[in-house]
Antibody, heavy 121, light 113 residues
Framework: EVQLLESGGGLVQPGGSLRLSCAASGFTFSSYAMSWVRQAPGKGLEWVSVISGGGDSTYYAASVKGQFTISRDNSKNTLYLQMNSLRAEDTAVYYC??????????????WGQGTLVTVSS | DIVMTQSPDSLAVSLGERATINCKSSQSVLYSSNNKNYLAWYQQKPGQPPKLLIYWASTRESGVPDRFSGSGSGTDFTLTISSLQAADVAAYYCQQYYTGPFTFGQGTKLEIK
């Protein structure tokens, strides 16, 4: 059974940093691209970033480029999102999702339960 | 960037009736070399993560009831629920995975009339 478990969310002051983790199990982690999608309270889904199965290729939304870094450790079956210089508008539930293949160009077949990041003083 | 626009923003349908949600992309998501539309539909119930319903615009994900169907090509797509059940109350989102950034529509909230 595919399982994705996010952690690392919490309350952080504006300008602070957080690193989110997504522990994956139930599949060959390195064979699949992985993504982060966020959802601000009461709002729709916003695509954030994606990383290829091998970790050698990444892509970011313009709203987070240069601020967030996606990475993965295939030996630990874990996906990461390093978030720096956080702003109030980064407040959201952050979901990790597994794509249906190793490249970016597939649907998001599995999702974690999400972790809440709140940026506030 | 490809902009995904859904209509309507909200929809109220009687139980057993048909529900139709539209999604329009600002440019084609049809890849000519394989004739596939890089378009997915997701369902999100309150307090839950999204769930994949449809991919390649019209392929139903395993386990999804056959009352859900997807259609369309190029820039115009439709999600149809043929006979609305109470369990279908949710928000629905389309997403293009043709090119980055892999944008979502703004969502359509489906309720019971």
């Amino acid at each position: 059974e595919v399982q994705l478990l996010e952690s690392g969310g919490g309350l952080v002051q504006p300008g602070g940093s957080l690193r989110l983790s997504c522990a994956a199990s139930g599949f060959t982690f390195s064979s699949y691209a992985m993504s982060w999608v966020r959802q601000a309270p009461g709002k729709g889904l916003e695509w954030v970033s994606v990383i290829s199965g091998g970790g050698d290729s990444t892509y970011y939304a313009a709203s987070v480029k240069g601020q967030f870094t996606i990475s993965r450790d295939n030996s630990k079956n874990t996906l990461y999102l390093q978030m720096n210089s956080l702003r109030a508008e980064d407040t959201a539930v952050y979901y990790c999702a597994r794509l249906s293949g190793a490249s970016y160009y597939s649907a998001y077949g599995y999702w974690g339960q999400g972790t809440l990041v709140t940026v506030s003083s | 960037d490809i902009v995904m626009t859904q209509s309507p923003d909200s929809l109220a349908v009687s139980l057993g009736e048909r529900a139709t949600i539209n999604c329009k992309s600002s440019q084609s998501v049809l890849y000519s070399s394989n004739n596939k539309n890089y378009l997915a539909w997701y369902q999100q119930k309150p307090g839950q993560p999204p769930k994949l319903l449809i991919y390649w615009a019209s392929t139903r994900e395993s386990g999804v009831p056959d009352r859900f169907s997807g259609s369309g090509s190029g820039t115009d797509f439709t999600l149809t629920i043929s006979s609305l059940q109470a369990a279908d109350v949710a928000a629905y989102y389309c997403q293009q995975y043709y090119t980055g950034p892999f944008t979502f529509g703004q969502g359509t909230k489906l309720e019971i009339k």
